[in-house]
T-cell receptor
Framework: EADIYQTPRYLVIGTGKKITLECSQTMGHDKMYWYQQDPGMELHLIHYSYGVNSTEKGDLSSESTVSRIRTEHFPLTLESARPSHTSQYLC?????????????FGEGSWLTVV | QKEVEQDPGPLSVPEGAIVSLNCTYSNSAFQYFMWYRQYSRKGPELLMYTYSSGNKEDGRFTAQVDKSSKYISLFIRDSQPSDSATYLCAMKYGDSNYQLIWGAGTKLIIKP
């Protein structure tokens, strides 16, 4: 079982509010990822990190930002939430790159912006 | 056109049936192929991983890759109600996981 934790699991928030989705992993993985997943749609990578102080944007443009100050922690922040941000956000981590490496996912954070 | 296509289902079969789940893709450079299972309101978990072409078996699950047809399959034998979930295929051409391209998932329902 993956040791990667996301909070909150469910959040309903008003337009314009600032939110931070927390993600922590206890596996010591260097690589961490944030995906966005809408119902019945593909996972889209919005941010990834290869280590402390390393962050990159993914293939899906996102108004969110991330930080990686500690290996185990990779929070995602929306400065001003909009209804278009309503989605499921999945945090993940992996050890090394290569053939058989596995991405471990958290249980997801369901965000609704009203 | 999407790089990876997957029938969204839902696919509903009786318990004990053999299930076939499929993905097609357009990028011939893909070399690494994965199947993930996602239960409702949970994150995906890796089921099977295959490099290049061929078959791989793990218990009741068999993953098959046909690179010449750009087609991958996941077979589930003796399906159980606990197999009811959404099955996602994912693939990449290089080593890095940030390169993964995902299918939209097929929802599978196993009826007792």
């Amino acid at each position: 079982e993956a040791d990667i934790y996301q909070t909150p699991r469910y959040l309903v928030i008003g337009t314009g509010k600032k939110i931070t989705l927390e993600c922590s992993q206890t596996m010591g993985h260097d690589k961490m990822y944030w995906y966005q997943q809408d119902p019945g749609m593909e996972l889209h990578l919005i941010h990834y990190s290869y280590g402390v102080n390393s962050t990159e944007k993914g293939d899906l443009s996102s108004e969110s930002t991330v930080s990686r100050i500690r290996t185990e922690h990779f929070p995602l922040t929306l400065e001003s939430a909009r209804p278009s941000h309503t989605s499921q956000y999945l945090c993940a981590s992996s050890d090394t790159d290569g053939e058989g490496n596995t991405i471990y996912f958290g249980e997801g954070s369901w965000l609704t912006v009203v | 056109q999407k790089e990876v296509e997957q029938d969204p289902g839902p696919l509903s079969v009786p318990e004990g049936a053999i299930v076939s789940l499929n993905c097609t893709y357009s990028n011939s450079a893909f070399q690494y192929f994965m199947w993930y299972r996602q239960y409702s309101r949970k994150g995906p978990e890796l089921l099977m991983y295959t490099y290049s072409s061929g078959n791989k078996e793990d218990g009741r699950f068999t993953a098959q890759v046909d690179k010449s047809s750009k087609y991958i399959s996941l077979f589930i034998r003796d399906s159980q109600p606990s197999d009811s979930a959404t099955y996602l295929c994912a693939m990449k051409y290089g080593d890095s996981n940030y390169q993964l391209i995902w299918g939209a998932g097929t929802k599978l329902i196993i009826k007792p």
